[in-house]
């Protein structure tokens, strides 16, 4: 493929990200821990109270309970209340989609986010937008260089108000020092780090991304989760895919570096569901494609190594929340193939994982809400024996 078949970004003449017009602003949108628990009806209630018992069960085993989520749930205003719930020790891991990093980061950064895409996208403008694309790639960059994440890197990019880009003499110190210890029996950890260095001065040679601290500053950070769960110790995995989101716009971005960082997050959620068998629990909240993409193929190669080693993952909760029709109990298990339900796509996957998987249909935030008073409600009650 000739370089003149590929699309030139650095072409692009990108807009300050002051001047987009935001249709979310956070302060507004924000749901607080303390907002008024919505009153649910019938069987969605009685779904809500199961989780919630699930919930405080596992964490009195000390098992895992995994929330992914797609970006809505942070344009919903959900960050502080399931920071929330991280914060008092009831959600041990969180997952989201490239978009859901997006959101959150520019809520951190100016307390809006959301674009009206028919608008900017007939100006060619849509995504075209500076300090989204040059901060975020920067953070990933820059992360994967020093061995984190993608969730993690833009969480760290958020707490420090930037991030510190490498001079170009230390890169290359770094890539021919991978260069000399790349044979069989070296230490692997120290070639991945010169690639990552190579990324860099790819990004320094082709895009605005210049040597020295990127400083930028995040005076609404409170409302972001990335940041929360940072600051909490617990994992947020990020689960993009290439071209989806609007920093792949940005001539910053780098393939090499968004793989890096999210093949670390998807073997670090991995790691987590290796741990839910045995009362785990699963939150699947408004993600139709990443949540049960990354589950199943996480789920078969843990449990490859659970029956290798004599015992198969078993006995976690599925609980997966939508706002799609649905009225087919899925504790029954897959219906048959002439009832509609078979071709809701992310409830057959996950009716096919193993442990007990549950449908509820609800907002979101409702979701949330009415989850965190049960469970604090059941813990009060029972004693907290986390």
């Known amino acids: 493929m000739r370089e003149e078949d590929l699309f030139d970004r650095s072409l692009i003449s990108f807009a300050p990200l002051v001047e987009r017009h935001n249709k979310v602003r956070i302060r507004d949108a924000a749901v607080s821990p303390d907002s008024p628990v919505p009153k649910l009806e019938g069987n969605v209630a009685e779904a809500v109270d199961r989780c919630a018992e699930a919930v405080v069960t596992a964490r009195a085993k000390g098992k895992p309970v995994i929330c992914a989520f797609g970006a809505h749930s942070i344009k919903n205003g959900l960050g502080p209340l399931i920071a929330d719930l991280v914060e008092h020790g009831f959600l041990t891991h969180l997952a989201t989609n490239g978009a859901g990093v997006i959101h959150d980061w520019e809520f951190a950064m100016q307390g809006e986010s959301s674009e009206d895409v028919r608008a900017n996208a007939a100006q060619g403008l849509f995504g075209i937008w500076e300090e989204t694309g040059l901060s975020i790639n920067a953070a990933i960059l820059v992360g994967a260089y020093r061995g984190l994440g993608y969730g993690e890197s833009v969480g760290r990019f958020i707490a420090d108000d930037g ?74 995995t990020a ?148």
Request: hydrophobic fraction near 40%.
């Open 163 to 236: 991030v510190l880009v490498p001079e170009p003499g230390e890169l290359i110190a770094a890539a021919l020092e991978g260069a000399s210890r790349g044979g069989p029996g070296e230490s692997l950890e120290t070639v991945e780090r010169a690639a990552a260095a190579l990324d860099i001065l790819v990004a320094l040679g082709r895009s605005p991304l210049k040597s020295g601290m990127l400083k930028v500053g995040h005076p609404f950070r409170d409302y972001s989760l990335q940041y929360r769960a940072l600051k909490a110790n617990v994992p947020f």
């Open 239 to 386: 689960h993009p895919m290439f071209g989806h989101d609007i920093i792949y716009t940005h001539p910053t971005n780098t393939g090499a570096a968004i793989g890096r960082a999210a093949e670390r997050d998807f073997l670090r959620y991995a790691k987590s569901i290796s741990g839910i068998g045995d009362g785990g629990v699963y939150l699947s909240v408004g993600s139709a494609v990443m949540s049960p993409m990354v589950f199943e193929k996480s789920y078969s190669m843990s449990n490859n190594l659970a029956i290798a080693a004599g015992k198969a993952i078993s006995g976690h909760r599925i609980f997966v929340v939508d706002i799609q029709e649905g009225d087919w109990d899925w504790r029954k298990g897959e219906p048959p193939v002439d009832n509609p339900a078979y071709y809701h796509r992310f409830m057959k996957t996950f009716s096919r994982m193993g442990g007990e998987v549950e449908y509820l249909c609800v907002d979101n935030r409702d979701f949330f809400l009415a989850l965190r008073a049960g469970i604090l409600a059941k813990t009060a009650a029972g004693g907290d024996q986390r």
